[in-house]
């Protein structure tokens, strides 16, 4: 948000009555940098300046109640801090102060707002003062709009900060795509949505790795040698046959792992369905086909997250194949793994050893546990529609990618991007625009709330 702080400038310089240059600013007695501090020459007994004896506050009541919370809670807070048992108490005071400094901006947002609403009171006390000039008056007009302007700023902000925070926001996560309908075409759809990520994680210097993969391959190539090529550079695979010919493959699914700053707050607006109009590769007669992939965001979940029973786990080994020499297609390093309450099966071959091909599995298996138990959670506390709204629940088509008009459409936020730099990455300013969205839906939830209690 930009700075709500305005400066007076008047559209032109006023005539000033004799006498008045006591009530030019005074740097000395303003309260704020920029901020006129109006008085009249003591000579004129009608001009004495009266204080509003009674502060009106201007801002919701509900907001008003969970700001005064939210200071006491603060007090309280700094109190203990300075409490040699708590001071002693490593865990515990580093437990408080990341609890005072979460509301450190809220409490000196509502100090300025106070501060603003108490200038904004003395100044319409002195408009209805007598003996004012026009000049003066003007001045007091201004001073009122201004402060008017900046404390519904300051409200808007102070709305926004009291919005309860998600306690996910700050995990990296494991990003799922998977092929949905289309055949083909939707195994290629999904190899372009996967680099369309990674290109976003390299905007916001975000590291990922590739977790498990399955690939799609419709061609017969029998009698025919040919090999599977992954690039870092190009997450499609590419069927080389010794003629010189390439054959563009895709994946059934893909799961990757994103670490970073805030990566949960910002991706988890991705999780829906993605549907794609084109003329796919496999197309020999130009008809336009319409193909789907669904992405799931899931939270990385601690071991403390997520109790496994290790009697509802169902868990083989196989040999890999592939590049790797005689440890992978001899030794047994794939591990194929069944969770049987849900039927969640994962098959990992990444890694080159056993041992971390299991630890991968099982932080697959944990990160979609933990993504059930919050779904779970979510729709208990919120109605559907708000729930979708918010983290664009999986059966929800959330958009369309439209290579003809080169137009990507959000259903949700009923907007339209540019197709070629959103799957570059450039997806920043849709994520955003959900934030936005999703910040709105909460505070009408908080208004409803307060007019309920």
Not at 123 to 152: C, P, W
Not at 295 to 322: C, H, N, Y
Not at 393 to 399: C, G, L, S, V
Not at 400 to 408: F, Q
Request: charge should be neutral.
């Amino acid at each position: 948000m930009s700075s709500l702080t305005a400066s007076f400038t008047a559209p032109t310089r006023p005539h000033f009555p004799a006498g008045a240059a006591a009530c030019l600013p005074s740097p000395a007695s303003s309260s704020r940098r920029g901020r006129i501090s109006l008085r009249f020459p003591s000579s004129p007994p009608t001009t004495t300046i009266r204080r509003a004896s009674r502060i009106m506050c201007m801002a919701e009541p509900y907001l008003i109640v969970k700001l005064e919370s939210a200071e006491k809670t603060w007090k309280e807070l700094s109190a203990k801090l300075a409490d040699p048992d708590v001071v002693s108490n490593p865990t515990e005071y580093q437990k408080m102060a990341q609890s005072a400094a979460e509301l450190d901006v809220v409490v000196s947002t509502y100090r300025r707002f106070k501060d603003c609403e108490k200038q904004l009171e003395e100044a319409k006390a002195l408009a209805k003062e007598d003996g004012i000039d026009e000049d003066m008056a003007a001045m007091i007009a201004y001073e009122v709009q201004t402060l008017t302007s900046e404390l519904k700023g300051f409200e808007e902000e102070l709305k926004v900060l009291l919005l309860p925070s998600d306690p996910l926001d700050s995990r990296n996560i494991l990003l799922e795509v998977r092929a949905g309908t289309g055949g083909e075409e939707a195994g290629l759809w999904v190899g372009d949505l996967v680099r369309m990520y990674q290109r976003y994680c390299e905007r916001n210097s975000w590291k990922y790795s590739r977790v498990s993969y399955s690939e799609v391959c419709t061609h017969d190539f029998s009698n025919k040698q040919c090999f599977l090529v992954f690039s870092p550079s190009s997450i499609a695979v590419d069927y080389l046959r010794y003629s010189g010919k390439a054959e563009k493959g895709g994946f059934k699914a893909y799961v990757m792992e994103i670490k970073g700053t805030r990566v949960y707050s910002k991706l988890k607006y991705e999780s829906g369905v993605h549907r794609v109009q084109r003329v796919p590769q496999t197309e020999t007669q130009g008809r336009v086909h319409t193909s789907t992939a669904t992405v799931a965001i899931m939270p990385e979940a601690e071991e403390i997250d997520v109790v496994i029973d290790p009697k509802d786990i169902e868990l083989t080994t196989a040999r890999s194949g592939g590049a790797g020499g005689q440890n992978v297609n001899k030794v047994e390093t794939a591990i194929d793994l069944l969770h049987k309450p849900t039927g969640i099966r994962i098959f990992c071959t990444e890694e080159r050893s056993q041992l971390r091909n299991k630890n991968r599995a099982f932080q697959l298996l944990r990160a979609k546990l933990y993504e059930m138990k919050v779904r779970e959670q979510q729709e208990k506390t919120r109605n559907q529609r708000k729930l979708q709204i918010g983290t664009g629940a999986r059966a929800e088509k959330i958009r369309t990618y439209n290579y003809k008009d080169s137009r990507v459409s959000d259903h949700r936020l009923k907007l339209n991007f540019e197709l070629n730099s959103f799957l570059d990455g450039d997806i920043e300013t849709a994520v955003q625009s959900c934030v936005t969205m999703e910040q709105k839906e909460m505070l009408e939830e908080l208004a409803e709330s307060a007019i309920v209690a």
